[in-house]
């Protein structure tokens, strides 16, 4: 059983880094309440809560995607590529945090696109998209028209393009099933989003044709950071911008509402703030 604990903004004050008095969305799961109380406590405590409110599932999760999603990883072990990560870092001589691996639940994801209200025809990018389990989630369950993602270590980039084949082979079958039954219930959408992930450095990506941009920031380094937070200045006025764990200062972004959003991760139970702008 799923929560989805959130409160808005009351009274419309303008949101700025500054005054904003967090209307925080929580998600959280049951057990993860009881299994990871302290690190759960330790982010919402980290940031202003003003109350947790209404509980809902967000209609475009469903477990059968959920269940083809699991279809596209089921030889693939997150722990096992989190310690891939590690030493491919190792082996290109670049051993810092940046190659940390982690990763949101399916459900996790979907219910933090949702909201940024995904609309139909936006390209979705991922920066450092690592397995791209973000990128997969975000056309499984969004009206995206594109989903892309850039990866930097090639051996991590190896499991997103086995991924990638199999949402296409899926979806090419489903989309050949829709067009000769009379359109019965599908979980897949009459038009899929196209998926294009591959390897190289996200600093060299030309981001002002995305609409939404995700980044797992967890572990990436105060340079990194920087780099994005100024070059964020270059995206298209309505593309919104979700950083997990790390704040930005970018002038040509302003919060979202809500501005915060507690996610869970799904290889450890516990839970990340993700910071959500809007390009001004
Ligand atoms: C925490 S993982 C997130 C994976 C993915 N975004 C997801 O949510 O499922 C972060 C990834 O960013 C990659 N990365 C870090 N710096 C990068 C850069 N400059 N260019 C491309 N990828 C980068 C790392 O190798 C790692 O796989």
Redesign the pocket.
């Known amino acids: 059983m799923q929560s989805m604990l959130c409160s808005r903004n009351v009274g419309g004050t303008p949101l700025s880094a500054r005054n904003y008095r967090a209307p925080i969305i929580c998600y959280t799961q049951r057990r993860q309440a009881v299994q990871q109380p302290y690190l759960a406590r330790k982010m919402i405590q980290s940031y202003p809560l003003l109350a947790h409110t209404s509980s809902t599932r967000l209609c475009s999760y469903s477990a059968e995607k959920e269940a083809i999603f699991r279809g596209f990883y089921c030889n693939t072990e997150t722990a096992v590529v989190s310690e891939l990560?590690q030493s491919e870092g190792q082996r290109l001589g670049i051993q810092n945090d940046?190659?940390?691996?982690?990763?949101?639940s399916f459900e996790a994801i979907t219910s933090l696109l949702q909201t940024i209200n995904p609309k139909e025809g936006e390209v979705f990018l991922?920066?450092?998209?690592?397995?791209g389990?973000?990128v997969l989630a975000a056309a499984l369950t969004q009206p995206f028209s594109e989903c892309r993602?850039?990866?930097?270590?090639p051996a991590?980039h190896a499991y997103a393009e086995k991924a990638a084949e199999m949402y296409d082979a899926s979806s090419k079958a489903a989309q050949g099933t829709l067009e000769s039954s009379s359109g019965g219930e599908s979980v897949w959408p009459r038009h899929c989003p196209q998926v294009k992930l591959e390897v190289?450095?996200?600093?060299a990506v030309d981001m002002t044709t995305a609409d939404v941009i995700?980044c797992?920031a967890?572990?990436?380094s105060r340079d990194?950071v920087d780099y994005l937070d100024m070059s964020f200045t270059v995206l298209k006025p309505g593309t919104r911008v979700l950083m997990a764990s790390k704040a930005l200062t970018c002038p040509d972004l302003r919060p979202w509402d809500p501005p915060v959003v507690q996610v869970e991760m799904s290889h450890t139970g516990g839970t990340l703030p993700v910071f959500v702008y809007e390009r001004i």
Request: hydrophobic fraction near 45%; charge should be negative.
């Open positions: 990560a940046d190659w940390f691996y982690g990763e949101f991922d920066l450092g998209s690592g397995m389990k973000a993602g850039v990866e930097f270590l991590v190289g450095d996200f600093r995700y797992f967890t572990c990436f990194v």
